[in-house]
């Protein structure tokens, strides 16, 4: 069965303490004959400033069009908890994150937008997608990534 394949589901949780990509698991996507969006809304998402070892605290959202592979969430979950004291600058992780998530299960397309929270009078909220190269997809990207505007609260 395919649930043998994951590790994690339904285990006890032992938290990472550095970053680990390593921890992500996939799944088998079940309707990859059409299209769909996926979205995950990360909100207590936290890494280190690789400068000054402050906290950074920050949303991350995650849209992805799965192909034959899905993420599976508590994976992800305890992949993003590895951030915690990882040090990266706000654009730098979210695309570590974006390129971790492609490395795993070869999206058709994904974007990753990291809301981070106010520190020293200034909010960043960085973006980055990707489509796969030679279909649709590549020129979703480009749109999305060319249009992109963020509301501000």
């Known amino acids: 069965m395919e649930q043998d394949k994951l590790n994690l589901l339904g285990k006890k949780t032992e938290y990472k303490t550095t970053y680990a990509p390593e921890i992500l698991e996939t799944f088998t996507n079940k309707h990859p004959d059409h299209d769909y969006w996926v979205t ?10 690789p400068i000054t070892g402050q906290p950074d605290f920050a949303t991350i959202r995650i849209d992805y069009i799965p192909d034959a592979k899905m993420v599976e969430s508590k994976s992800l979950k305890l992949y993003l908890f590895s951030f915690r004291n990882h040090g990266a600058f706000h654009e730098d992780c979210v695309n570590i994150i974006m390129k971790d998530l492609i490395h795993l299960m070869d999206p058709k397309y994904i974007e990753v937008t990291g809301i981070f929270s106010p520190r020293g009078g ?8 990707y489509g796969r190269k030679g279909t649709p997809y590549e020129k979703l990207a480009q749109e999305r990534l060319f249009n992109h505007s963020f509301p501000l609260k």
């Open 122 to 129: 200034i909010s960043i909220y960085p973006y980055t997608n």
């Open 40 to 49: 995950f809304n990360c909100p207590e998402f936290t890494a280190l400033c």
